[in-house]
DNA sequence: CATGCGATTGACTCGTCAGTCAACCGCGAG
DNA sequence: CTCGCGGTTGACTGACGAGTCAATCGCATG
């Protein structure tokens, strides 16, 4: 009987996750707004009914998908920062991270971009806590490359993290929009060169 | 009677202008999909029939906006090129025109980087050919300054491009969702540090 | 086999707007 | 003064889609 619930928690689970993934196929393919919530329950094949046994509403199948994954960025960025590594290299490993976060699921990471990290006026203005909280850690990174001189001190920190992040997520906009070429050469050599390009411009000269 | 046509017709011209000005104001404090028609007919003190005798759609409200300001970016983009300018003194112009046009209108600008320029999905997406123009101007003066070796060759001007223009938006973005502190001084300084970030990067070693 | 409970279904409700349209106004021309 | 026309009005319609809910299903348990 125990393993009897744990089946069924377990499937439970399961159809959950069977909406979530059929949410992102959907929200990459025609948007949040221009989605209806009978979209999702059909891509999920599953009835309607069911999404709002699961969620509370559309919108907090976008905020879990989001969150799901911000946290881990999060959580990436702040193991990162106790470590003792080159500011160089943790912006660097931060870059990669979003990077590959793209390569490994393009269609999630279009969604998170489009509907929440850049439209602060609807779900932005929500998580925008939450996303300013990588921004902080950034700014932090840059604040103590500053204490030891490694770059300039005539930098705002939160100046640069918003130049540093901006540039990364614009990158990403361009593949997400066809703007840029993809594929794992351009992944990789873009991961260098925006950390090149603005570690270059914040070390003294 | 030329000169009462004329009267009629400025006149006419004056209640677009009014309902464009209103739409502004509008669709910066409710966001373009939060807000009615009737919300900018109320703003701009008109019936809401009349938004309709101007424009044909509320989104022909938005496109209209965004393509009298991209325009101008374009043009002043544009000009810029024809002139005999170091790259660097480019790129600043550019910054200075983007971050000016915020300072002047911010409410215009919000309206066209968080409804257009950042919301690829929706209208974006329509007008991704025209902001791409201002993507391609940039790099072809990145391009520019890699052939005459005052940048780098081994960056891609399309990356540059995004890199820098990313950079820019962000940094705005910022200012628009108050995660930046605003005010004259931080938009010189913007100006300058984002050019300089991204110039010293582009610059050979 | 009977019971019950959570998972699942999908038809329906109910509010919301974008866009239409027929009527009205005011001014210049004849 | 009257005609006509472009500008102006706002009540109305039609579609749409989020969220509800009562009914059904199916599985574990006793």
Same mark, same amino acid.
């Given at each position: $009987?125990?393993?009897?619930?744990?089946?069924?928690?377990?499937?439970?689970?399961?159809?959950?996750?069977?909406?979530?993934?059929?949410?992102?196929?959907?929200?990459a393919?025609?948007g949040?707004?221009?989605?209806?919530?009978?979209?999702?329950?059909?891509?999920?094949?599953?009835?309607?009914? #069911?999404?709002?046994?699961?969620?509370?509403?559309?919108?907090?199948?976008?905020?879990?998908? @989001?969150?799901?994954?911000?946290?881990?960025?999060?959580?990436?960025?702040?193991?990162?920062?106790?470590?003792?590594?080159?500011?160089?290299?943790?912006?660097?490993?931060?870059?990669? @991270?979003?990077v590959?976060?793209y390569r490994?699921?393009p269609? #999630?990471m279009k969604?998170?971009i489009v509907?929440?990290t850049r439209?602060?006026?609807? @779900?932005?203005?929500?998580? #925008?806590?939450?996303?300013?909280?990588?921004?902080?850690?950034?700014?932090?990174?840059?604040?103590?490359?500053?204490?030891?001189?490694?770059?300039?001190?005539?930098?705002?920190?939160?100046?640069?993290? $918003?130049? @540093?992040?901006g540039a990364i997520e614009q990158v990403l906009t361009g593949w997400i929009f066809e703007v840029l070429p993809r594929g794992?050469e351009e992944y990789?050599r873009s991961?260098?060169f925006v950390?090149?390009?603005?570690?270059?411009?914040?070390?003294?000269?």
């Amino acid at each position: $009987m125990a393993s009897a619930r744990a089946g069924a928690a377990q499937a439970a689970a399961d159809k959950r996750r069977q909406i979530l993934d059929a949410a992102v196929r959907v929200f990459a393919r025609q948007g949040f707004n221009q989605c209806r919530v009978s979209d999702i329950a059909a891509e999920a094949g599953v009835a309607y009914g #069911l999404v709002y046994h699961y969620f509370r509403s559309k919108d907090e199948v976008l905020d879990t998908l @989001f969150l799901e994954r911000w946290n881990v960025l999060l959580e990436v960025i702040r193991e990162l920062d106790g470590r003792d590594l080159a500011a160089r290299e943790k912006l660097h490993a931060i870059a990669a @991270f979003i990077v590959d976060s793209y390569r490994h699921d393009p269609e #999630l990471m279009k969604v998170i971009i489009v509907e929440v990290t850049r439209a602060a006026n609807s @779900f932005g203005r929500t998580h #925008l806590p939450k996303i300013r909280e990588a921004y902080d850690l950034i700014a932090d990174i840059v604040e103590a490359a500053q204490a030891d001189g490694t770059f300039r001190p005539d930098v705002t920190p939160d100046f640069a993290a $918003m130049a @540093f992040y901006g540039a990364i997520e614009q990158v990403l906009t361009g593949w997400i929009f066809e703007v840029l070429p993809r594929g794992d050469e351009e992944y990789e050599r873009s991961k260098a060169f925006v950390v090149e390009t603005i570690c270059s411009g914040l070390e003294p000269r």
